[in-house]
């Protein structure tokens, strides 16, 4: 995209999004979103698989997309350095048709038991830090 987008409502920045030749993606279905069915219908890819959500949504996201034969992308969801390239998508030039057409590759995966604990400990360090948890005595 080449400018922010103006829009508050998801069927306006779908819109908004193609009108300046991007590709819009539902991000993990099954985690935070109501409305799944009708947000999958006005996207033009589906995220099958991400990194640090359940199996059992994963499952559901890629029946999903392929009932509404949907292109489908992988995605690590990486908000930390160490979760970088657990999962992503491969996909070859030219990158927009390819995706769109769903021709790509996933590699799947989920972080380790170590880099989930490390991360619970920073965020755990980081709250406390900032007063907004404390521990009991």
Do not use: M, W
């Not at 920045?13 to 991007?22: F, L, P, T």
């Not at 070859?92 to 021709?103: A, C, F, Q």
């Amino acid at each position: 995209l080449t400018k922010p987008l103006r829009c508050g409502r998801f069927e306006d920045a779908v819109k908004e999004i193609r009108e300046q030749g991007g590709i819009s993606v539902l991000q993990h279905p099954y985690r935070g979103h109501t409305d799944i069915e009708g947000l999958a219908k006005a996207v033009d890819v589906i995220e099958a698989f991400n990194g640090l959500t359940k199996h059992n949504e994963n499952r559901k996201a890629s029946e999903l997309a392929k009932r509404l034969n949907k292109p489908v992308v992988a995605s690590s969801d990486a908000h930390i350095l160490s979760y970088i390239g657990i999962c992503y998508t491969v996909v070859d030039r030219p990158v927009r048709e390819n995706l769109l057409r769903g021709n790509t590759k996933l590699v799947t995966g989920y972080p380790s038991f170590g880099a989930r604990i490390r991360n619970r400990l920073r965020e755990i360090k980081y709250l406390l830090k900032r007063k907004k948890i404390r521990l009991l005595r």
